[in-house]
Structure formats: C-alpha cells, structure tokens
C-alpha cells in the first residue's frame, strides 16, 4: 500500500470544500466510491459535490447524479476516486488534473500526481480503500453509504466471483449487508438482467460461435446491421467477449466485432494455457495475458482469418518451445 | 435457530466412528459440509466417512469421494448434512434412516428426528453452520476444509450473489480465503464454464425464445430430440430455466422441456410482480413465489397454450383486484 489511510483521512479533514473527480466510462466502482465519499463528507459537516460524468449509465445514476456539483462551485480539494492515469479523467475534469488533492485509488499502475496519494493495490475495489478513509474519519456507515460501497464491490469483483475478490472485499460486503440493503435485488439488477439489445447480441454471439482445433478455440462475429438493428449500445456489449471463452474446453475466446466502416475489433480472451497478449501482437495488437484485442483496417472475413493464423502460430511456437 | 452449536459438538466429541450422510442430487453445499466435517472428525482423531452418493456429479467429487466409507463399516454415530427430509435420503442411506445421530441443515422445513439437531434457518448455506461447529471443536482450518467450505458457501448462494447471503456467509467465506485457495478458479468452473450440452442447450433456449404481452412474458421450448442430440445430462439442464427471466421487462419466464413420452415439464420463474405458484397452479403444479413446475401429459403445442393461458389468468385476476 503506497500512503497511509490516518495522512489521508487528515487530508480531509482539514478542508471544506470537495470535488470528487471519477473515470471516464464510469463503472460500479468509481461511481460507488465517489457517491460514498461524498455522502461520507457531508456527513461531517463539509460541502462535497460529485463532477458531473456524461458517460454514467442508468443503472449508477443514483450514486452520483444527486451528488452533481451546481455550477461554478470552487473547490478547495479535488479527489480523485479509482482514477489510475490522467487519460481516464474525463473532458470537464481537466481544468482540475494539475489541482489535485488527494488520490485514492487500487490500481499499482496509479500514475496521479498529488500531495496525498492513497493506493491499496491489493484491493479488490476501490470501495474497500474507501471505507478504510470513511472508518478513519468515524463517517457512520449509513444505508445510502453502504449501497454505494457495495456496488463497488460487487461491481469490480464479479460479484465476488473472480480472483481478485479478497478477504477484505468480504469483510466490506458483510458490514454493508448488515446495514440492510438488499444485495440480492441490487446484484439481479447488476448481474442477471439483461437489456434487450444485449439479449439479442448475446444470441447473435452463440448462433455465430464456430469451434476450431478440437474446440480450443471458439470464435464469434458480430456485424455492425446486427447492432444498429438491435440498437445495441457500447454499454450493451461490454464484456460479451468473455462470453466465447465459457465454454468447456475452450482456451481461446475470440469475438469480431465490425465497426461501422466495415473495419473490425477483435478482443481474445483465453485460459491460463495461453497469452492473449501474444496472440494479439501477431496481428499489431496488445493487452494483458488473459485478455487482449486487436483493430484491423480489414473486414471480417479477413479478421477472422488472420486472427485463427495467429492463435494457430502462437500454440505451434509454444509447442516447439 | 433450533439446537445448539454447543450441545451438536458435544455430541460429536463423544463418538468414535461417524458415517455422514448427504442428500439426493447432491449439490455442493451438502457435499461440501460432508466433506468438511469427515476431514475436520478426523483431524481431532475420530474414525469418519461420508456414505458413497452415486449422483455426485464431476465437479464435487474430490470434496467426498476420497472420503467414502469402506463395505461394512459400522458407525457409532450418524450425521445428515443439508438433508432436509426423509424423502431426500439416498437409496442406500435408508437403513440409516432410524439411527440418525446428528441433524446439521438450514432448512426451516427440516423434518428429521434425531437426538441432536442443529437447524440454523438465518444461514445461506449449511456451510456456515457446519463453520460453526467446526470452530466449536476447535478444528484448525486446513486449506481442504476451507475449500469445502467455500464450495458450500458459493453453490447456495449463487457466488454470493442471491437474497439468502448474510453477513456470516461472506466473513466465513473471508476466512476460507485467507486460507489460500484459490476463490477465482474454483468460481470459475463452478459458474462460468459451460459443458458442450449445456452450451447448446442455452443455445436452443435462446434461438426458441417467444415473448408476449409487450414483453412481460418469455416463453422457450426444448425439445426431446434436442436433449438427445447434445446428450445433455439433468445436470445440464439445471436451472437452465432462470435464464427466461434474465431479459429486461420479463415478469414470467417459461421453460418446457419434453419428456421422451411426449409430455411436458415446464418451469415457471417470476419477478417479484407475480406467484409463480398461482400460474403453475392453474394447470395442476404448484411451487413457491418466484418458481414454481408443473407436468403435463400433453405435447409441446397444447403445453405452450394453457401455460401461457394460466399466466395471462393470472394477470387479469390481479388487475381485478
């Protein structure tokens, strides 16, 4: 952990008027965060608003949106939350970036500079360093407080499924629920319904999916009529490329989607056995070892089969190594 | 709660060679418990087994089968793990059914008789109040009790994600994490990977995927020749009924699936708007408010139409209301 969370929560307390920054694209996790900070402030008396994000999508616009700070509000400390690099501040957020107060954030990658800098790579959210701070502070853990630090939680975490999950993203969660919310109507909204563009995309994905090299690969095209047909947004599509890499047996998960000018974006998401990142970099492309994407200036049916050639290349040079 | 942790782990202490019995359908939480609670009797120096369940399906197999009582071993104490019911007794577990020592469950409708009965209905999984005794008797928690545990914890509560989650079940998961297994990968196989027939089977649900009343009722068909053609399992169908009710604006989900004879099972999965149980009811099945089944001796055609009828009854009923 870089910072500590009693120089933070100092931070804090001896200011008065906050601005809380979050990322562009916002998600459960920055959006939760800024909503319990903010709330967390108030309660002890300060003036704190949220800058408006014109990316926040439905389902988190009740964290924020009532938070929005009126216009023409001067701030004496800007915070950053779940914020790891300058390039993810958001176009109205850039009169702040050489402002900053205070970061706090779980990314090791975090590359904001400020006085006071808070970051718990080990965290599983962000929302757990968060309430490190508000515990610090003595903020009573109120219902809206907990619903906003639970949604980071889960959000960030799969809903506590994948392996960043820690004990102390439990041990959140736990004192959240005992507040009583309701984390299983929250998570179905979160987690289990579907739009109806989504539902059509993910059935465009399954009816499309074809197997290659006794089912190691799968791979799944979505063509751009398919999306402007259904209406599909980019919120809808989010993460459908993890979807090819469910099936059993599958090491490599390959989804094509075709842009409006007829290029395509491909993302790969694979198992241990393989690096994404490898396979991606044949093709010019880049990313992490178990998920990577790629931009080809070709349709998709040159798409399809460059990226096949370099799935194959990378198990054959694997196989001689 | 029913019965004390105190007073189950007396009892426990007291005996020498224990046989543990889990339910029908084995499911991990049954499974997990048994497994946990074999491996922790032992560690304090007692003679344990699990009985061998011969529907124990791959994925739960290292937690009991290691642990399978040898051919004539004679027990001096039999306990039931997330055993609700008599009915839910294995074939071979009958001649045990009047001997049966300790009762662990969270069922509320637990209905067994035994001297010592331990039914804790607040928890998610039985899981937790295994966790309970086991603390109680001061069993370490080795990294193979933990992962029982966990699997236990997870399966019941959809990785933590449904209504039934406590703040106990996530601090009991904290702790079977801090023991180092590893949460994601076993999440992983357990929620994301999908066998070839269940792949296909979601496939046909999704391509089959009727929707009436401006969308407030979805309705998917499997067909017969379509479970043989995949060669999927029961256990491949599994809740695959849920997933009508993933779609935005979807009150009614139906699933039916026809038997080899012609007739039909269909499932009913609802939002909080509407009794699952009254729909099903209507055509002769029953079930509870959110789920609920009926069987039907006619085909697919006629199945479709008197389902769908007994929801749209059931709507006008309520408007009348």
Redesign the interface.
């Known amino acids: 952990m870089i910072g500590m969370v009693s120089e933070t929560a100092q931070a804090l307390r001896e200011a008065d008027n906050f601005l809380i920054l979050t990322h562009r694209r916002p998600d459960g996790d920055t959006t939760g965060c800024a909503g319990a900070l903010c709330r967390g402030l108030r309660q002890l008396g300060k003036t704190a608003y949220i800058l408006e994000n014109e990316g926040l999508t439905g389902r988190y616009k009740p964290l924020a949106q009532p938070c929005y700070a009126p216009e023409g509000f001067v701030p004496d400390c800007v915070v950053t939350t779940d914020i790891a690099d300058y390039g993810l501040l958001t176009e109205n957020a850039l009169p702040y970036r050489d402002r900053i107060g205070v970061v706090i954030d779980h990314h090791r990658s975090n590359a904001l500079r400020a006085p006071v800098r808070l970051v718990c790579a080990e965290a599983g959210a962000c929302a757990e360093v968060v309430l490190k701070v508000l515990d610090e502070l003595k903020v009573e853990l109120t219902q809206e407080i907990a619903e906003c630090l639970y949604i980071g939680l889960s959000t960030d975490t799969g809903?506590?499924?994948?392996?960043?999950?820690?004990?102390?993203t439990?041990?959140a969660?736990?004192?959240c629920?005992?507040l009583g919310i309701?984390?299983?109507?929250i998570?179905?909204h979160l987690?289990?319904?579907?739009?109806?563009p989504?539902?059509q995309m993910?059935?465009i994905l399954?009816?499309t999916m074809e197997f290659f090299m006794d089912?190691k690969i799968a791979l799944a095209l979505i063509r751009h009529m398919d999306i402007e047909r259904t209406g599909a947004t980019m919120d809808d599509l989010d993460s459908i490329a993890s979807l090819t890499?469910?099936?059993?047996?599958v090491q490599v998960g390959i989804t094509i989607i075709e842009n409006k000018d007829f290029s395509c974006k491909i993302s790969v998401r694979t198992t241990k056995e393989v690096d994404a990142s490898a396979v991606c970099a044949k093709c010019g492309g880049g990313g992490h070892l178990r998920a990577g994407g790629v931009s080809l200036s070709c349709g998709l049916v040159e798409s399809r089969a460059r990226i096949l050639q370099a799935v194959k290349d990378v198990y054959a040079e694997s196989e001689l190594a």
């Open positions: 809903c506590f499924r994948f392996s960043n999950t820690t004990p102390d439990l041990r969660a736990a004192r629920l005992e309701d984390g299983g109507e998570n179905r987690f289990e319904v579907k739009s109806w989504r539902f993910e059935r399954f009816d089912g890499r469910q099936v059993e047996g």
